[in-house]
């Protein structure tokens, strides 16, 4: 097992807070992703917006995989970091003319575009431009995948994907266009899914969708990511079940001849390897609870205040065989700018270095600047 190892000497010299990335843990993941998903057909990208620093993105690049982006600010962190355009694929429901433009440009492999208005928009910029545009149907599969209700995006009616019932109109505007090259299908059904059986459900919404249009030719299908990962135990659980995962795709997917299956996947090759890492500024006692004061919050890793999210919580430096309950708090004038209450934390100083595990995904990317606080750094292992 790939246990964490934390370099003490390095840290205690770093500026907190900064990111702690164990890149021998990404790598092992990437590999375990790359050797679960060797179906025939099978290509993995990586969801750029979990983490975009540029190591992590460069070696991601170097292992072969795919990108998965949603802004032209990520298509360009995703050439820079050496993923080949063919391999990026582009999604989100916002993307301006100007995104449009460029990512043409770029000649990315695919668009995957999430109403009529875009696949308009899409036609009219590829054509003032003379470039073929390669377009997939964001899809939403109507699927509770049982997450929280802010990372939840496969339901009937929300702002992502096309609904079931309008997807006919959206096949038929890509088909009679000469500027779309239709390509096939996306999904997405939420994030942090860790029961495998909404996976299961959207490849049977997947074969009726294929059954339905049988006289189209769908090229690939691209069923998104959202693969959750083990918070509580970072350690036991370091790289999460991608044999299980993808096998599930395999075995209950009914593809077409020649048929390609595209995933994206951030949070689960990325979020084991990052840990926050923080200084103790204060312990403070309050009346009927102890609060330790970090020197890194919501400006650092804002999850736990934006989706009530829980980080596993260690004291890296702490000897003590005394355990107390605490707070941990960050220093901004925000009181959901908590990282845990009662935490059992070895008997915690001023000047103690404490991580918040699992935090490589949707940390670092989300870091803001908000009270003139510097944004984290990072470190990497050697
Ligand atoms: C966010 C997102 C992903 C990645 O989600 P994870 O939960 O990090 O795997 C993949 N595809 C789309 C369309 C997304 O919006």
Known sequence: MEKTYFPLDRM?????PFYYYD???LDATIDAVKQSSSFPGFHVHYAVKANSNPEILKRIAASGLGADTVSIGEIK???DAGFPAPKIVFAGVGKTDQEIAAALEYEIGCFNAESEPEISAIEAIAKSLGKKAP????VNPEIDAHTHHYITTGLAENKFGIAMSMLSKAIELCEKSEWIDFKGLHFHIGSQVTDLTPFKILCERINDLQDKYTDLQISSINVGGGLGIDYDDPDGHPIPDFKEYFKIFHENLKLRPGQQVHFELGRAIVAQCGSLITRVTYVKEGVDKKFIIV???MTALIRPALYQA???IENLTSTSQEEERYDVVGPICESS???GTDELLPLTKRGDLIAMRSAGAYGEVMASCYNCRALPG???SR
């Not at 205690?12 to 907190?16: G, I, K, L, M, V």
């Open 295 to 297: 020197d890194g919050g």
């Open 310 to 312: 829980h980080h596993k």
């Open 378 to 380: 990072s470190l990497f």
């Open 23 to 25: 890149v021998k843990l």
């Open 135 to 138: 377009v997939a149907l964001r």
């Open 77 to 79: 962190a995703a050439i």
């Open 337 to 339: 700018d908590t990282f």
């Open 12 to 16: 205690r010299a770093e500026t907190t």
